[in-house]
């Protein structure tokens, strides 16, 4: 058993068919990747990952848990962060009020915007912010609206925000989407150095397959809806079902 299990999830939106009979299990503190052609259903998964979606038919458990029709505080609380395609940050709050947030809003179950100025002056709360910029080499840019970042630090923001969490399982939808080579170099140094030094698991759809093999120990791929193959980094390159799916060539 993994840590999420997904078992015959069906979703149809109309007459398409988004999800067919999927089957996914990701194990504990392993690094999965989700891939697929445009269309094969990856964000429809995600989406019904992390409870934004009700399948018609099927299970998401989470560590024993169902994840389906939870609202996103509850997901949290169970342990799930989410990082989106576009980067979700406060653009005209600074870097420092960004992550401050995220650690406020795990100490007192929720968060408003008034509580900003109060949550500024307290101390234990600027130092762990303080640490995890540090930690991100994102210090020097504590005092600049968020907005002003580059795209491949805002994501580096955005990581650590949901770091601040402190989840079990890190869902990445698309993480290095936009960025120059430089910028996704080191976003997957970054999520390297998140799995050496924590004891956290992480799901990636990404259409960079540079990012998929530098990462991933396990990974599914989809088509139409439905998984083709389930395997390692290794035997994935070169199958036959994977070069139909997404070069149209025989298998």
Request: net charge negative.
């Amino acid at each position: 058993m993994g840590i999420l299990e997904v078992k015959d999830v069906n979703k149809r939106f109309g007459g398409l068919q988004a999800l067919g009979d999927v089957n996914l299990s990701v194990e504990d503190q392993s690094v999965h990747a989700i891939i697929g052609p445009n269309g094969a259903g990856k964000s429809t998964l995600l989406n019904v990952l992390v409870g934004k979606l009700i399948p018609d038919t099927g299970s998401v458990m989470f560590d024993g848990q169902s994840v389906l029709g939870r609202k996103p505080y509850e997901i949290n609380q169970m342990g799930i962060s989410r990082v989106f395609q576009t980067p979700e940050i406060f653009g005209d709050l600074t870097v420092m009020e960004n992550m401050m947030i995220p650690i406020f809003a795990k100490r007192d179950g929720a968060f408003r915007m008034h509580a900003i100025e109060s949550m500024a002056k307290e101390k234990a709360i600027i130092e762990q912010a303080t640490e995890m910029l540090e930690n991100l080499n994102l210090a020097d840019d504590r005092d600049m609206h968020a907005a002003a970042m580059s795209r491949g630090n805002k994501r580096r923001l955005e990581i650590g925000m949901c770091l601040a969490q402190e989840p079990r399982l890190l869902l990445l939808d698309e993480p290095t989407a936009g960025m120059a080579r430089a910028d996704t170099n080191a976003t997957i140094d970054l999520l390297k150095q998140i799995k050496d030094e924590r004891d956290i698991t992480i799901a990636i759809i990404e259409h960079d397959m540079h990012v998929v093999f530098s990462l991933a120990e396990r990974i599914t791929v989809l088509a139409q809806g439905t998984p083709l193959v389930e395997d390692t980094p290794d035997n994935i390159k070169g199958h036959p079902k994977v070069r139909e799916a997404y070069l149209g060539e025989s298998a």
